[in-house]
């Protein structure tokens, strides 16, 4: 008996060993030339699972595994949490040009306009501009992110403050990062479209010796719009490299400069509470096309660092230094256009956000035995510093410095010269930092072969200042907020969980996105977010997962105005969101792949928020049913066709519910053609149908129109 304990202690240790580690050996074993098919991936999934986490996990749509929920590899069935992965596959086959676009084919996600400068998103009715992040750690300043270099994107959905930190109310959206793994890769994509689009991309992989690999990634493109003056270029390298310096320890490097300009277009205005004339034409630009401009220029270095140490303990380590040159300037429509349709305001304004984020992360795991218990065990620690400067100039229009221009909404365009100036009073000018240090700890118990359980703690310390360069004023706060994490797996079948969840996550009142303070927000406590969670998950087969999940989320503390004492708030604010989630990825037979699902989502304003935002509306953008579903069918080992299908129900453009926006349904196409086993050729469709729809809004009166048809062509040849 004491020999048989032994050897399974060893056993389970063994599974312990850092997938860093290991990868490079599963690696040599793979080749991404040619997919074998379903049968085969299925099998060599299962030999290898426990030991190594990545593409080794990942069979064409689905994702079997994940880190990122819970800071240790854990298979998704056995993740109290709802996940959705969408897989390098499913990138490459939908080509879209952005990551909010990409989103739209996950269940309970609704893609926000982010006033058409950067990804801005609302999960299970959170809007939210700041829960992005690469690799675990936190990429919150406003920009769109490109996908040339992303292995897979990672939607963890409901707040979970002890993995991520601050925010999160409706979760986060992870973006992990190709990586140098030993593998020859010689790879480069060409592509163009409608709207002048042009796109090139290339991705090289190689090994110095056994024990050190290199990877570079790049991407180049200028393109244009279906918005009149529409344009943006952009353009990004990343060269990483992975050192195995012995058999328990690697470093990993990475550095990625990007950057990306581009006209930004707030869209149309609205009339009689609907989007003004938007089927008539969908390209027409509000504004003064002169001003409209929006740059960033990100620098972020990574080093990762992972060691097993022989106690059986492993680290895994990560320090970054991120660092963004970013600012925008818009005009805009400032009003709904007159009951008479003659006349609607322009407005405009620059903003400069420049930010220095520095990180380190560091995660300790422990997996052992109390007696017929099995515990994975995480400690870890987190600090942060983060910088910057927030300044916002509004625009004054022509030579008598009008704050607005009125134009006729059917010839909108105006030439009038802009000037830009801090008002001195509305406008910020402050320079802000925010030191934060964190520890949390965290137990998966597998009780027996159908009970686990996981429990944790977070806590967060966050010590925020902001000076404005004006007055010289400083306005400082300090929290201090603990974060539960508990949930439940019950296994009745080795391929067939339900669980139940409860979590609790904070957002600071420095807010969404960090920047200047009032003595307002000084003493205004953080919002909270509750939720609880039960679901399901089944492995319909290893090639094939479905998972539904039941919520509830309560936000609590968002501010309300107080019409007493100006710029102060009362903190009276609730929401409240009920929902149900579908999700379906993977191979349905050897010839049918699919991903997505459906969402139900009742998000309510439970106490106001405002004069105007009161109990009972529903929150801005949220529809109450949304489907998305992508299929991918296998016609000959040559040839797949992909048949997207997008439908939501109407929604309000805001929370005051005066601007409905009508519900629509898409269709979207994929012709994917395998020339030989390096060449590959694909056609994308968006919209196939050319339906006339509103895509998002920003506000009342900066709504989106949704693409016409869209047709794009790339070539992708390994060689």
Same mark, same amino acid.
């Given at each position: ?387 910057? *400067? ?105 391929? *067939? ?73 009362? *903190? ?98 994929? *012709? ?48």
């Amino acid at each position: 008996m004491e020999h048989f304990q032994r050897s399974r202690r060893a056993r389970f240790l063994l599974a312990s060993v850092p997938a860093a580690l290991m990868g490079a050996a599963v690696a040599r074993a793979q080749s991404d030339v040619s997919a074998p098919s379903p049968d085969t991936i299925a099998l060599e999934t299962i030999d290898i699972a426990g030991r190594s986490g990545g593409a080794a996990n990942t069979v064409g749509y689905l994702t079997r595994r994940t880190s990122s929920a819970t800071k240790t590899d854990t298979p998704l069935i056995d993740t109290p949490q709802s996940i959705t992965i969408v897989t390098q596959e499913q990138i490459r086959d939908q080509n879209f040009q952005n990551l909010t676009d990409q989103l739209r084919y996950v269940p309970g996600v609704i893609p926000a306009q982010g006033e058409s400068n950067r990804d801005q998103a609302i999960i299970r009715g959170q809007n939210t501009s700041a829960d992005f992040f690469v690799n675990g750690i936190r990429d919150d300043v406003q920009y769109y992110r490109d996908l040339y270099n992303v292995q897979r994107v990672e939607v963890l959905k409901g707040p979970d403050s002890l993995i991520f930190g601050r925010g999160g109310g409706g979760g986060v959206i992870n973006r992990v990062l190709k990586e140098a793994d030993g593998l020859r890769i010689r790879e480069i994509g060409a592509g163009g479209g409608q709207f002048g689009d042009k796109r090139v991309t290339v991705d090289v992989g190689d090994r110095f010796s056994d024990s050190a690999f290199f990877r570079l990634n790049g991407m180049f493109e200028d393109s244009g719009t279906y918005r009149q003056f529409g344009e943006l270029t952009r353009y990004g390298v990343n060269p990483t490299m992975t050192f195995l310096i012995d058999p328990v320890t690697t470093l990993k490097l990475s550095y990625e400069y990007f950057h990306d300009d581009r006209f930004p277009d707030r869209g149309i205005p609205s009339q009689f509470g609907r989007p003004y004339r938007y089927r008539q034409n969908i390209s027409t630009f509000f504004g003064n096309p002169e001003v409209n401009f929006t740059k960033v220029d990100a620098n972020i270095a990574t080093a990762t660092f992972d060691h097993l140490f022989d106690s059986g303990v492993q680290m895994h380590s990560q320090l970054r230094f991120a660092d963004y040159d970013r600012f925008y300037r818009n005009t805009l429509p400032g009003s709904a256009v007159n009951n008479a349709g003659t006349a609607v305001t322009i407005t405009g304004y620059r903003n400069e956000t420049d930010r220095t984020n520095y990180f380190s992360q560091n995660d300790f795991i422990y997996k052992f035995l109390t007696g017929p218990l099995k515990h994975t065990l995480l400690g870890g620690f987190e600090l942060g510093y983060q910088e910057g *400067l927030v300044f916002r100039q509004t625009g004054f229009f022509g030579s008598n410095l009008a704050t607005s221009v009125v134009v006729n909404p059917l010839a909108p365009i105006t030439r009038v010269p802009v000037t830009f100036r801090n008002n001195g009073t509305t406008d910020a000018n402050s320079r802000y930092s925010l030191g934060l240090a964190a520890v949390y700890a965290q137990d998966q118990v597998e009780v027996t072969d159908w009970l686990q359980l996981i429990g944790g703690l977070r806590y967060d310390h966050f010590d925020f200042a902001s000076t404005d360069q004006r007055t010289l004023v400083t306005n400082a706060r300090i929290d201090n907020l603990v974060s539960p994490r508990a949930g439940i797996v019950l296994k009745p079948l080795p391929n *067939l969980a339900f669980y139940g969840s409860y979590s609790v996550s904070y957002l600071p009142s420095s807010g969404d996105q960090i920047g200047a303070f009032t003595p307002g927000l000084v003493i205004a406590k953080p919002e909270e977010f509750e939720n609880t969670e039960v679901g399901v998950k089944y492995d319909v087969s290893p090639t094939f997962q479905l998972t539904a999940a039941a919520y509830n989320l309560d936000r609590r503390n968002q501010r309300l105005a107080d019409p007493n004492n100006p710029g102060f708030f009362i *903190l009276s604010g609730r929401t409240n969101t009920q929902g149900i989630e579908i999700g379906a990825n993977g191979y349905v037979t050897d010839w049918w792949q699919i991903a997505g699902g459906y969402a139900l989502t009742d998000a309510r304003i439970e106490s106001a928020t405002s004069a105007t935002i009161v109990k009972g509306n529903t929150v801005g953008l949220v529809p109450f049913n949304s489907v998305s579903l992508w299929n991918k069918f296998a016609v000959t080992k040559e040839f797949s066709i992909g048949v997207g299908y997008i439908y939501q129900t109407h929604t309000f453009a805001s929370s005051d519910n005066t601007v409905r926006l009508p519900g629509y349904n898409r269709f979207d196409l994929g *012709l994917f053609y395998e020339v030989n086993e390096s060449v590959r050729a694909q056609i994308n469709i968006e919209n196939l149908f050319d339906r006339r729809y509103i895509y998002t809004a920003d506000n009342n009166n900066n709504i989106t129109p949704g693409a016409p048809r869209t047709i794009r062509a790339q070539v992708i040849v390994r060689f």
